[in-house]
């Protein structure tokens, strides 16, 4: 049982990374938008709040998915 554990624990790590790096991207797009003096367009701030909710699901699973093992 604790390998199923482990297993998806990983699982989750690996969605917190990736929707990190999607946050980070969305993060260096309105950096340089911004360095260039432009303003964000809509859908860029839409994709930002788009990845940025996900990756806040992400770390809480991840972070619910740790405790729990710990616990064990």
């Not at 990190?20 to 860029?44: D, I």
Request: proline share 1%; glycine share 2%; hydrophobic share 45%.
């Amino acid at each position: 049982m604790l390998k199923i554990k482990e297993a998806a624990t990983r699982g989750l790590r690996l969605k917190y990374n990736a929707a990190y790096s999607a946050y980070q991207s969305c993060v260096r797009a309105l950096s340089e938008v911004s360095m260039a003096g432009e303003a964000p367009s809509a859908e860029l701030l839409q994709n930002e709040a788009k990845a940025l909710r996900e990756l806040t699901d992400a770390r809480a699973n991840l972070l619910a998915a740790m405790n729990a093992e710990a616990k064990v």
